[in-house]
């Protein structure tokens, strides 16, 4: 067996742990109304063996990391796939530092999903190991990155600490103006969520059944009065398509449904023959997260924020409130390190200067800006609680915007993910 095939096994055996780990979380805060045992011993019991499943998952995750860095030749950050994975490996070296400190067992059950999702949206991506492009081939690349990772890890950890106090905290019961504002911002903060793993669940069911339909453009490009040059564009779609490519041709069309036919095409204004496939991807996200949010809620036949506020009862807010500053508090300090400094300096070896307004050179200041203003507002006005945590929650959405939205979305210097 060569480095880079145990090096997948091994990431997958990591992403069963954490899943086993997660579930074990929830038994010790969901079964300890049902155990026989006094609560806090089921409880502290079931969270022991929660965090040494977590930790062998984290074990087998860099032993992933390492024999994939061995058998690449290249410490593997460089695209999507290695990058998320990377990301998703940090989330729970951030979450075994914060337990370790405050051995809250109810954490597990919010931060491990994080890490959960991050790997199985890597696995979206090709998995293939690639050269190195010349830019990357740089010392800085494994600073640069690891550092900005690490610190946005932190930031993950903080983002659910800070959901949890809001769980907590928001009172579902109340009819008051801002009672109910708070519970309809919860509310979409889970179903944004839940998004996400709709979106992630209709590539893998779609993937597994080999879907594909392939459209067709033609594409003139006029280079002087008179001359021209025209070349066939395809895009395959993996799931089927509610919207075709602008100005497109069926090559083949697979069905789904009874669906024969896209149901429109994309406006003119999305240019490029892939703006259609992602604004395809987009609906498809949004209606298999429908659907799933629908199941849960008549599952919970209750709003699902107001489903979740028991299980955390008994939990000190303070110590939720204190956790997510703590969290974002250590990973500020290294953020800036990799994301800024460390970035600029690579910049300036690279293209020749420490800053050019690209895309994610700016959304990467961006999230700086945020925390900094998150600990200013802290720190010197007092905003703890509520105010804390809403802007916890909406500073991660600002990192994942950063990680995601700009490599796949916007072009740029850093528009290298690797995707198909």
């Not at 998995?127 to 690891?146: A, M, R």
């Not at 690279?350 to 900094?372: C, H, M, Q």
């Amino acid at each position: 067996m060569s480095l880079l095939d145990f090096s997948s096994d091994v990431f997958i055996a990591a992403f069963f742990l954490y899943s086993g780990s997660f579930m074990l979380f929830t038994i010790a805060i969901m079964g300890r109304k049902w155990s026989g045992r006094k609560p806090e011993e089921h409880t502290a019991r079931w969270g022991r063996i929660a965090f040494i499943v977590s930790s062998l998952g984290l074990i087998c995750h860099l032993a992933y990391f390492i024999t994939r860095w061995a058998g690449s030749g290249h410490i593997p950050v460089s695209n999507m796939y290695e990058f998320m994975t990377f990301l998703s490996m940090m989330v729970m070296v951030a979450f075994t530092v914060i337990f370790s400190i405050y051995r809250k067992i109810i954490l597990g059950v919010f931060a491990v999903p994080i890490s959960i999702i991050i790997m199985a949206y890597a696995a979206v991506f090709p998995q293939e190991v690639q050269p190195l492009i010349p830019s990357l081939k740089s010392i800085y690349l494994n600073i640069h990155v690891t550092l900005a990772a690490l610190g946005e890890s932190f930031f993950a950890v903080g983002f659910a600490a800070g959901l949890m106090y809001l769980l907590r905290t928001v009172n579902f019961a109340g009819k008051e103006k801002n009672d109910r504002k708070q519970q309809r911002l919860v509310e979409f903060t889970l179903f944004s969520i839940i998004v996400i793993i709709g979106f992630l669940g209709s590539v893998f069911a779609f993937r597994g059944a080999g879907y594909e339909t392939v459209f067709v453009r033609s594409n003139v490009t006029i280079d002087s009065p008179g001359q021209g040059d025209s070349t066939i564009e395809k895009v395959s779609y993996k799931m089927p398509p509610i919207v075709a490519p602008y100005h497109s041709e069926i090559e083949s069309f697979q069905p789904f449904l009874g669906m024969k036919k896209p149901l429109f095409e994309a406006p003119s204004w999305m240019n490029g023959v892939n703006a259609g496939r992602k604004f395809n991807t987009v609906l498809w996200s949004l209606i298999s997260g429908l659907l799933l949010y629908g199941i849960l809620r008549l599952a919970a036949r209750k709003p699902l924020g107001r489903a979740i506020h028991p299980v955390l009862d008994g939990i000190d807010e303070n110590d939720l409130d204190e956790i997510t500053y703590r969290a974002i508090a250590i990973g500020f300090p290294i953020f800036t390190l990799g994301a800024l400094i460390f970035a600029m300096i690579w910049a300036q070896v690279a293209w020749g200067r420490f800053w050019g307004w690209d895309p994610k050179e700016v959304w990467a200041l961006v999230t700086w800006l945020f925390y900094s203003a998150y600990l200013h507002l802290r720190l010197a006005r007092g905003w703890q609680g509520r105010k804390s945590a809403w802007l916890a929650v909406l500073g991660f959405l600002v990192v994942m915007f950063t990680l995601v939205g700009v490599n796949l979305v916007i072009a740029g210097l850093h528009s290298y993910a690797g995707t198909d």
